[in-house]
C-alpha cells in the first residue's frame, strides 16, 4: 500500500506575508518569531521553523467537508517555505518526535477510523488505516493542541 504526504500549496500564503499586522489582525492572523526549535511546525515545508523564523498563525480549514466532519484549525507556516513538500511513501521526519492523532476519511469526508500514536510509529498505523479500500485519505493532527498537521492520499 502506498501513500503519499503532502503539504499545503504556498500560494495562497505568501501574499500574506507582505501585510502589515492591522491587515492580518483584521484576517485573525498573526506574525510570530519562532523562539524555539520546536513547537513551530510549518504546514507547507513540513519542518519545524527554527528559532528567528518568521511564521504566520493563521485559521485554517483543512477538512472542507460538506457534513459534521468539516473542521478547521490553527497552523503555522514559514515565511521561508517556497516550495510544497511531498513525502512519497514515507513520513516527514517532523512528525516522528510528536503525538499524533490520525483521522481516517472516504471520499465523501466521512470518518471511518481513528487512532492516536507516537510518531515513530505512523508508518504502521497510515498502512493499517488504508488496508480499509473505503479510506481515500488521513489526516495527521498534533494530538495534544489537536491541531492539523499534513494530509495523507492513497498512492
Do not use: K
Amino acid at each position: 500500500m502506498r501513500f503519499t504526504v503532502s503539504g499545503l500549496s504556498v500560494q495562497p500564503f505568501q501574499p500574506l506575508f507582505a501585510l502589515d499586522d492591522a491587515a492580518l489582525a483584521s484576517r485573525n492572523i498573526r506574525r510570530v518569531t519562532a523562539d524555539s526549535d520546536r513547537g513551530f511546525p510549518c504546514r507547507i515545508s513540513l519542518q519545524d521553523a527554527v528559532v528567528g523564523e518568521s511564521l504566520l498563525l493563521l485559521p485554517y480549514r483543512h477538512h472542507d467537508a460538506d457534513g459534521p466532519y468539516r473542521a478547521s484549525g490553527p497552523i503555522f507556516v514559514r515565511e521561508a517555505a517556497t516550495v510544497t513538500a511531498v513525502f512519497d511513501n514515507e513520513v516527514p521526519p517532523f512528525l516522528s518526535r510528536r503525538l499524533l492523532s490520525l483521522r481516517a476519511y472516504d471520499i465523501g469526508g466521512w470518518m471511518h477510523a481513528a487512532d492516536v500514536v507516537e510518531g515513530v510509529d505512523a508508518d504502521a498505523c497510515l498502512r493499517r488505516m488504508f488496508a480499509d479500500e473505503r479510506i481515500a485519505r488521513i489526516h495527521i493532527h498534533n494530538a495534544r493542541p489537536g491541531c492539523y498537521a499534513c494530509r495523507v492520499d492513497r498512492a
